[in-house]
């Protein structure tokens, strides 16, 4: 069963910066996607942007040109930098896997079968 552990969260003023983490606890060779979702209080969660493991991405509209997803090499922790951020960025933000085999929209909930147990974003005006 392979863990993700997501971390770099924190609180930020309008404007500012953070980078998440999400690290994998071993590399299975399964693995298609790797996604990064959230979760704002008394909202449905969002796909927020998705990365394959060939490097090609997609970002949900409110974030594109915001955000960046990427990979290392290894392919076992998945990065997002987010820049400018606004308070509406706030949420829980969770990393998300899916293997090979399984169909459907990368932002859908339900093609991922690994989840984290998510990390805050807090974004102050």
């Known amino acids: 069963q392979v863990q993700l552990v997501e971390s770099g969260g924190g609180s930020v003023q309008a404007g500012g910066s953070l980078r998440l983490s999400c690290k994998a606890s071993e590399y299975t060779g399964r693995r298609n996607l790797a996604g990064w979702f959230r979760q704002a209080p008394g909202k449905r969660r969002e796909a927020v942007a998705v990365i394959s493991i060939g490097g090609n991405t997609w970002y949900a509209d409110p974030v594109k040109g915001r955000f960046t997803i990427s990979q290392d090499d290894a392919t076992t922790t998945v990065y997002l930098q987010m820049n400018a951020l606004k308070p509406e960025d706030t949420a829980m933000y969770y990393c998300?896997?899916?293997?090979?085999?399984?169909?459907?929209?990368?932002?859908?909930?339900?093609?991922?079968?690994?989840w984290g147990q998510g990390t805050q974003v807090t974004v102050s005006s």
């Open positions: 998300a896997q899916a293997d090979v085999g399984r169909s459907g929209a990368w932002s859908t909930e339900a093609l991922y079968n690994y």
